[in-house]
Nanobody, 122 residues
Framework: QVQLVESGGGLVQAGGSLRLSCAAS????????MGWFRQAPEKSREYVGG???????YYADSVKGRFTISRDNAKNTVYLQMNSLNPQDTAVYYC????????????????WGQGTQVTVSS
């Protein structure tokens, strides 16, 4: 059983940056594919991207070139560096974990954090 706790959300102006962190406990972190999702008000959840144990990465087109996912297996932590933020990035951001499956698929994530709010003002 893996527990995930996100941090680092907040309010930022358009064009600014934030880095989200997701600390994992209770499992073998290096085994997991780690993903980031977001959900804006009245919108469906969006798969932002994921990172494998070996740091292969996938990004949604909407964030490619602006967001970077990284992981530190020694610290059991995954990060989401968000640059050039715009108001459309406003959402609750969730990290998630799965064992196996494909990196580019949002399916099969079965461990979730509680989410952290990111608000981008114009």
């Amino acid at each position: 059983q893996v527990q995930l706790v996100e941090s680092g959300g907040g309010l930022v102006q358009a064009g600014g940056s934030l880095r989200l962190s997701c600390a994992a406990s209770g499992g073998t972190f290096s085994r997991y594919i780690m993903g980031w999702f977001r959900q804006a008000p009245e919108k469906s959840r969006e798969y932002v991207g994921g990172i494998s144990w070996s740091s292969s990465r996938y990004y949604a087109d909407s964030v490619k070139g602006r967001f970077t996912i990284s992981r530190d297996n020694a610290k059991n932590t995954v990060y989401l560096q968000m640059n050039s933020l715009n108001p459309q990035d406003t959402a609750v951001y969730y990290c998630a974990a799965k064992v196996g499956g494909t990196l580019w698929s949002p399916a099969a994530y079965n461990y979730w954090g509680q989410g952290t709010q990111v608000t981008v003002s114009s």
